[in-house]
């Protein structure tokens, strides 16, 4: 039995995380923002070797894209310093790193899949802070699993992806974006292949995504749509430039690993199989935690 820290508990990835993790029989420890600030370097240190876990999860970030563009230094705290400050108590404790960057780290002028040979090239105050925050772990901490992923959907999500059949059902209008691709990614898939990538304990960049060629924010819609039997007419296409938002995104930001295939990871199911399940759950059930409480630090 492995103990597992997982940083970020509350959001939709840290959620998935937890609860694949305590299925599989692992002892987790769960910290959200309120119990543990990544920021805080003191408070990280006195955390992590006071629990002294096998392995961290970071799954903590400021993820508001547009909130960033405004606040650069909140962002580079957050998500580089913080993912940093992790990697030192890590060295400190021992323990195994893995940390979750973004697709949004290239600026989407490639065409097809963007793969760890690309060079990154940061377009946001976000994707510039991931990017840091990429870099300064493994800096700090040559055991440093850097995983990026990208389009993330699940329970308890909060963006435009897990968001939008219940808006649909409450009668909203949606627009979605249809001149921009990325590879929508099921939480619990990602949450299945951290769990292994820490298992392997191999440091290096990995890119994680569910398997297909793709989607458009639009043509995710349309499929969510589809599975729950509502028109997906009630998604009105619209193209990027017509939405003014303070932070550009890349037009395209599909990620594919040239790792994983190496070491023998097999693909993670599609993304249709991944929205299938997850439209399955009953939305109005809340995600319960099965952890040990998250101690305040
Ligand atoms: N969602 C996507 O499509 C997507 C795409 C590419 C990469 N990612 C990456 O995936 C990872 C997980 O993101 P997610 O989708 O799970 O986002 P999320 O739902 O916003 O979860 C992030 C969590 O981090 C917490 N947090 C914020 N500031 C913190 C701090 N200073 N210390 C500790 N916790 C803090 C947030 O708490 P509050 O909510 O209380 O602020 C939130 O619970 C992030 O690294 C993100 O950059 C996500």
Not at 223 to 245: F, G, H, I, Y
Not at 253 to 270: T, Y
Not at 271 to 290: D, F, N, R, S
Request: aromatic fraction near 6%; proline fraction near 7%; charged fraction near 25%.
């Amino acid at each position: 039995m492995k103990k597992i820290l997982i940083t970020g508990a509350g959001g939709l990835v840290g959620r998935a995380s937890v609860e694949h993790c305590v299925a599989n029989g692992d002892r987790v420890v769960a910290y959200d923002r309120q119990s543990l600030d990544i920021a805080d370097a003191r408070k990280v240190e006195e955390v992590i070797s006071r629990e002294s876990p096998d392995a961290v999860i970071n799954c903590a970030a400021w993820t508001d894209v547009d909130g960033c563009e405004s606040d650069p230094i909140k962002a580079e705290q957050v998500n580089a310093i913080g993912p940093e400050n992790l990697a030192r108590s890590c060295r400190n404790s021992g323990a195994g790193f893995l940390t979750i960057s973004t697709d949004y780290v290239f600026d989407g002028a490639k065409e097809g899949f963007y793969t760890q040979r690309d060079d990154p090239r940061p377009l946001s105050v976000y994707a510039r802070s991931k990017l840091e925050g990429e870099r300064r772990p493994q800096l700090e901490y040559a055991r440093t699993i850097v995983v990026r992923t990208g389009y993330i959907f699940g329970p308890g999500g909060r963006n435009f992806l897990s968001t939008l059949v219940d808006r649909v059902r409450r009668g909203e209008k949606l627009k979605a974006i249809r001149d921009c691709w990325g590879t929508p990614t099921y939480a619990r898939g990602l949450a299945v292949r951290l769990r292994e990538l820490v298992e392997l304990d191999l440091p290096g960049v990995f890119h994680v995504v569910s398997s297909g060629d793709g989607a458009s924010f639009d043509s995710f819609a349309r499929e969510a749509l589809k599975l729950v039997d509502c028109d997906p007419q009630l998604v009105e296409p619209v193209s990027m430039d017509s939405l003014t938002r303070p932070a550009p995104r890349p037009r395209n930001s599909k990620l594919r690993c040239l790792l994983s295939p190496a070491l023998g990871l097999p693909p993670l199911p599609h993304w249709h199989e991944g929205l299938a399940h997850y439209l399955k759950i009953p939305q109005a059930q809340p995600v319960v935690l099965q952890t040990e409480p998250a101690r305040r630090a």
